[in-house]
């Protein structure tokens, strides 16, 4: 009868099949990747378990905060309406004129920040599939970003009020450009070692349109909410740097 590996035996053939790992060729990254891990079922008895592989290397396996980002944009997504005016406001039945003053400033403001919140969790969710592997000092950065999300509601709301004020213009767009600049600086991270021009113009485009954006509030407010919606043509930039820069094929 065959004799089954004692706990200590199968914790030696363990680290024997870890170091193995580690020495094989990664494209030029010094840990393995998880298909590679994947490959070594013998890591781990029944099977593959990415975030018990990752930790012993030292990496976390970023699909793990789609559940808390999802809920995140979700909530934050939702409370952009919560300051639109109610229908208490009115003593009596309002006319077109009273609708459009007392609507116009809030709705303009919820119509930008929701659509800027649907890019970036577009982009956010395309970075942890493109870039399933990460640091901690990658979690830690998504969890800013995810702070900086959270956050949009409630400068949403002065934005909504005071439009055409010169300081909240200037500090909603602050913030518009704080979201882009952690999202950008993300993609960095995510695509270093790899040239794809096309994702990076994506990521980084938004953080001009909107830097841009926010110096025009300082001295045309109303002209920084249309700068603004110029972030919105990233897939374009993107779209124009990949003809330029094609990718790398190997």
């Known amino acids: 009868m065959a004799a089954y590996p004692n706990s200590n035996q199968r914790a030696l053939m363990i680290t024997i099949e870890a170091s193995r790992l580690l020495i094989l060729p990664t494209r030029g990254n010094l ?10 079922p013998g890591l781990v008895p029944g099977g593959f378990d990415g975030g018990a592989r990752l930790k012993q290397i ?4 970023m699909r793990r905060l789609e559940t808390l980002s ?3 944009f979700g909530v934050a997504m939702t409370l952009l309406a919560y300051d639109l005016p109610k229908a208490s406001r009115f003593a009596n039945a309002p006319a077109w ?14 119509m930008i920040s929701f659509i800027v919140a649907g890019v970036f969790w577009l982009s956010h969710h395309r970075r942890l599939t493109f870039a399933p592997e990460g640091s901690r000092g ?8 995810l702070l900086s999300i959270v956050m949009l509601p409630v400068t949403n709301g002065l934005y909504g009020v005071y439009r ?12 518009l450009t704080a979201i ?4 950008a600086l993300l993609w960095v991270l995510a695509l270093r070692g790899r040239r794809n021009s096309e994702l990076l113009a994506i990521a980084v485009f938004p953080v001009f349109a909107l830097l841009f954006g926010m110096v025009m509030a300082a001295v045309a407010p109303f002209v920084a909410q249309f700068i ?3 972030a919105f043509g990233a897939p374009l930039a993107g779209w124009l740097a990949a003809r330029r820069w094609p990718p790398r094929t190997n």
């Open 228 to 230: 603004w919606c110029l």
């Open 138 to 145: 990658e979690v830690f950065l998504n969890l800013i970003f």
């Open 164 to 175: 055409l004020d010169s300081v909240v213009a200037v500090s909603y767009g602050l913030h």
């Open 180 to 183: 882009a600049g952690l999202n």
């Open 97 to 110: 004129m009273e609708l459009v003053d007392a609507y116009a400033q809030p709705v303009i403001a919820l």
């Open 31 to 40: 840990c393995p990747t998880i298909q590679q891990l994947k490959a070594c």
């Open 70 to 72: 999802n809920t995140i």
């Open 58 to 61: 030292g990496l976390f396996e």
